[in-house]
Structures are given as structure tokens and as C-alpha cells.
């Protein structure tokens, strides 16, 4: 059973930049694809950007030039970049696989302030 562990979120300022972590207890290179969601309040979970084990890497239209999806596969871990964070990022951030075929971890608090 794959387990899947984030972490890094926080408390930022509108305009801040913070760096999330998930550790995959697998290879991820054997995962074709990995992505991060995120869920809002009263919101449905939304897939976010994703990571293709050719190194392509795709965005939401919410977060295109702002955030980057990234990979160690030495580490198994999968980050996500957050930069010029705006009120509308607040959420739980959750990483899984691209379809989320993988139990769903805890996820990571984001909350961006005015």
C-alpha cells in the first residue's frame, strides 16, 4: 500500500512563497505520473499540476507561472513550488498520483492572508 505524506504548509502573506513536500513511500519512478490537488472550503478537490515520468509537466490555468511541480526520485519526493500566493490558493494540498489511484495522505494546510 503506497502511503503518501505532505507537508511545508503554513501561514503566508498574499505575495509569499512556500514549498511543499510529499514523501511517497514507493518508487516514484515507477509511477507514470504524480500530481498535486488541493481541496478549498466547500469545494471539490482539484487536480493542480502533475509531474510525467518524461519530465512534462502540466497546470491548472489557476496556478500557471506561479507554481512548479518538481521531483527527487532519489528522495521518492515530490514538491510543489508556490510562489506570489494569492487569498484564492487557501486550502489542504494533497499529492497522489495522476488518476489518484493511491490512498490519500493527510494533506497540508495552505492559508494565504491579505
Known amino acids: 500500500q503506497v502511503q503518501l505524506v505532505e507537508s511545508g504548509g503554513g501561514l503566508v502573506e498574499a505575495g509569499g512563497s512556500l514549498r511543499l513536500s510529499c514523501v511517497v513511500s514507493?518508487?516514484?519512478?515507477?509511477?507514470?505520473?504524480m500530481g498535486w490537488y488541493r481541496q478549498a472550503p466547500g469545494q471539490q478537490r482539484e487536480l493542480i499540476a502533475r509531474?510525467?515520468?518524461?519530465?512534462?509537466?502540466h497546470y491548472a490555468d489557476s496556478v500557471k507561472g506561479r507554481f512548479t511541480i518538481s521531483k527527487d526520485n532519489a528522495k521518492n519526493t515530490i514538491y510543489l513550488q508556490m510562489n506570489n500566493l494569492k487569498p484564492d490558493d487557501t486550502a489542504v494540498y494533497y499529492c497522489n498520483g495522476y488518476p489518484a489511484i493511491y490512498t490519500w495522505g493527510q494533506g497540508t494546510q495552505v492559508t494565504v492572508s491579505l
Open positions: 514507493r518508487n516514484i519512478r515507477k509511477i507514470i505520473t
Open positions: 509531474s510525467l515520468s518524461d519530465l512534462r509537466t
